[in-house]
């Protein structure tokens, strides 16, 4: 499950079901720069427009370190559509590079298509995965609910009301992965701590910011001060309520501290440039064909105030009151990483 300007939180295959095949459009016309090494080519797809989406940029830098890394070229087909996710799929094959690599659920069915017209033609689909297993398509997924569990040990630690919530798009187990350890995270540093989770549904559940918003307030009028925010591109609706409400909250996939400052403690981070890189490493080693899961261990979770670069991203867990919590946090990280403390998967 993901971020991004569009839809923020990813779903698999599997619950999005058989959709997003069309004709296409110009996928040269949202290309991007290409490296002049003569080694291995790899061409990158995105769903939509990379443009300010942390998300995807993050992707666009893990296909350009691979290209380096292997002394290799790199293309970057931007998307903006159905459409165009289609024919710049279909114009990447064409071209034969070593990989090709796609980030979402909406390259699934694509893709399975295209891996058996292709047989010959490596695929690596990030935070996704085809229903049917391939030799030539390498799938890479991510345990989001590590990281989401290390969001709410912060909570539990910051908390004043001993109440914590969460704002989630839809009531299935995978999207659950983003309110449940919230949970679990914070009772695990602060008994007795409550929690409620509120979800946004209805027709436009990726998107719907007011509905976010609504129920976001509902938590505060509660008394929960500490809001997981996993409500797609709904969570600037969170956001708002959290200055209009008083209550702080946590971002998800990318640093969203820097839209919302004074608003959001820190963000679930996930690491598309991981992924990316380490994925296509792992077929060129000729270990393809598999899905490899990324988490704290593997470096491919993370939250922001674990990452370099804290004291310039705006958000509230960078306060010098704060560092006591990051200490404790960094010190779970670790025991999950190193198999410690398991924590459980709402999706398993």
Known sequence: MSLRTRTSLRITAATVGAVLLATGCNAAAKGGDQGKGGGKSFTLVTPDPVAQNE?????????????KAHDGSQKVFQSSDTDSRQQNVASAVDSAPDVVALVGFEFADIV?????????????????????TYDNVTCAVFREHEAVFLAGAEAGLLT??????????LDTPQFRRYSEPFAAGARKVRAGVGSRTLFVGGQ????????AKDQAATLASGGVDQV???????????????????????????N??????????????????????????????????????????????SLTGLEPGLAASKCLIAEPANSDVLKRVEKLRDDIAAGKLTVDDPAA
């Open 160 to 169: 004043k009301s001993k109440k914590v919530g969460a704002v989630d798009v």
């Open 204 to 211: 436009s559940p990726f998107n719907d910011a007011a509905r």
């Open 55 to 67: 998300f995807l940029k993050l992707a666009v830098s893990g296909v350009k370190a691979a290209a």
């Open 228 to 254: 997981m925010a996993a409500a797609a591109a709904g969570n600037t609706g969170v956001f708002q309520a959290a200055r209009d409400k008083g209550f702080e909250a946590y971002g998800v996939d990318a």
């Open 256 to 301: 969203q501290c820097l839209t919302s400052p004074g608003v959001v403690v820190d963000n679930v981070l996930k690491k598309t440039d991981v992924a990316v890189e380490k994925g296509i490493g792992q077929i060129l080693d000729g270990k393809g064909g598999t899905t490899v899961s990324y988490g704290l261990k593997e470096g491919g979770m």
């Open 112 to 132: 399975a298509q295209q891996a058996e017209a292709h047989p010959k033609q490596q695929f690596l689909l990030v935070d996704a995965c085809t229903k049917k």
